[in-house]
């Protein structure tokens, strides 16, 4: 569509996208100002800071009710300047949209409440600081079973949404400290509909500053030469059954709670299947976009758009740090293990071989769609409460395709999976290294 308005004239091409990047941040800016927590931030850090007995205690909210008529334990884990995350402990009566839980299943909560009303619920309720070393051995084994808020996109930036008012997220509490998933979280729909917008609206943003830094982008001989022989039945079987093979090696890395880098192995299973395929003539045209003549482009625009993404996720850094070697090695490691065989396989040989057989810009759309469901379908089997939990698709209808956009947008623009794997790790790695 901007070749057909600008002709081949690349400065009226370029006006254009610029025209269209700045009315993208204006947008964004517009979003943040009316939702300030549409962006999110990052994962709380959880630590008791003081534990308290409390009187006996009553709390009324719109959907919950507590009475602690012996009173309870009250433990402090994490304080903003705008709320803080706290246990609620003991025995007492606990309902919640006016039905009574059952005593035996239900023995304390997680909540996440702003100062405000946190002071209003305590009214003139006296704490007492908790000095029995028994009791606070128990309430350190509790605490260490909580999960907190919900963190999305895991495996990438780690973020948690949750707005500023009242009382905003809560879970129930099993007598033996575990906790009773899904949450409850009381938000309204611009609560939802703000991380949707800006989100989206930054992917966008990325997609034209990349396409700014390259409007001279043509196809090589090569790319027109296998887009003219479409794969055969096997080649196209192969994409969901690969696919499957995939999500099994996330989902026995995610249950089992083994770290990224065992995820290696389902990808190499996949790339060694394909390789088998190709030596018998099964399929043709399997390179996983790895060419030599193509091997030096994109590491720029990979660059660009890893800054791009941390920092729509992350804001700006305000320090570095870096451990020597050992951080080489970390961002190594993440490079061959994980960035490199995903994008092998999802843009090397899925979006290729599609492309083969739709053309450039429905592969992409395939290849984005395909990523979101298996991204779906590894949290319904190690995580189907978050289901349950409305930033969940977030990550699934936004952050997973809209990176999957962006790398394969990227893979289109250079026909070089090592470019996509340099940007892929560089999200994975940089947010655990730079202060925000």
Known sequence: MLKKISGKNYFVALILLIIVAVLLVVTAFTITAFIPDALGRKPYQYEISSVCQTEPWSIETENLTVILPSGGKLVNLNET???KSLLLLGNGI?????IKQEDEKIDGLFMVISHD???????DNIFTPVTDKSELETVYRTVEKQMGIPTIWQDTIPITFHPRDSLVYYYFISPTGEPQLPPRVNISWPNIAGPFMIYSIFVAISLVIMTIFSLDHHYTRYWEKIRETRPGFLSMLMIPLLAVLITAGEVITKINGFLDYYTFFGYAAAIIILFVLWKFNKIYYIDFGIRRERAGRGYFLALIAA????????????GVNFAGLETVVDFVLIFLLIGLPREMFWRGFIQTFLCRRYGPNISLILTVLLVAAVRMAIIIITEPWMIDYPYTYVEVAVLVPGAALILGFLYQRTENSLAGAFLHSIIIFLPEYIFC
């Not at 009303?117 to 009214?123: A, L, N, S, T, Y």
């Not at 800054?307 to 305000?318: E, F, N, Q």
Request: hydrophobic residues 35%; aromatic residues 12%; without cysteine.
């Open 307 to 318: 800054v791009l993404v941390i920092g729509a996720t992350r804001g700006l850094p305000s």
């Open 81 to 83: 300047d705008h709320d």
């Open 117 to 123: 009303f946190f002071d209003q619920i305590r009214g």
């Open 94 to 98: 606990y309902r919640q949209n006016g």
